[in-house]
Nanobody
Framework: VQLVESGGGSVQPGGSLRLSCTAS????????MGWFRQAPGKEREGVAV??????????TYADAVKGRFTVSKDSAKNTLYLQMNSLKPEDTAMYYC???????????????WGQGTQVTVS
């Protein structure tokens, strides 16, 4: 599975961004996809994860982003999205898409990661 993120950029506090992550390759058995972030000098953390297929989806969010970020998936396009509203300077980080990891970064042996997209809020 290959993952390619896009949509990052620079935005002022209070602004919005929408990240996309497109999966290619052996995508038929993907159950869990999510967004994770890592700020300079900090450990990588979970942001939002979506589990399931078709209409049986479960979304989980980190407390820091609840009510501001929304994760969604377009299975037909093999694409994961993260709509980020009311952005804060503390949201500044490299954002990564991953397959096979829980919100708490417990990852399956076959987990995959994208290269990341930078989000800067200032």
């Amino acid at each position: 599975v290959q993952l390619v993120e896009s949509g990052g950029g620079s935005v002022q506090p209070g602004g919005s961004l929408r990240l996309s992550c497109t999966a290619s390759g052996h995508t038929s058995n993907i159950w869990s996809m999510g967004w994770f972030r890592q700020a300079p000098g900090k450990e990588r953390e979970g942001v939002a994860v979506i589990d399931g297929i078709d209409n049986e989806l479960t979304m989980t969010y980190a407390d820091a982003v609840k009510g501001r970020f929304t994760v969604s998936k377009d299975s037909a396009k093999n694409t994961l999205y993260l709509q980020m509203n009311s952005l804060k300077p503390e949201d500044t980080a490299m954002y990564y898409c991953a397959v096979g990891c829980s919100l708490t970064l417990v990852c399956a042996p076959g987990a995959y990661w994208g290269q990341g997209t930078q989000v800067t809020v200032s």
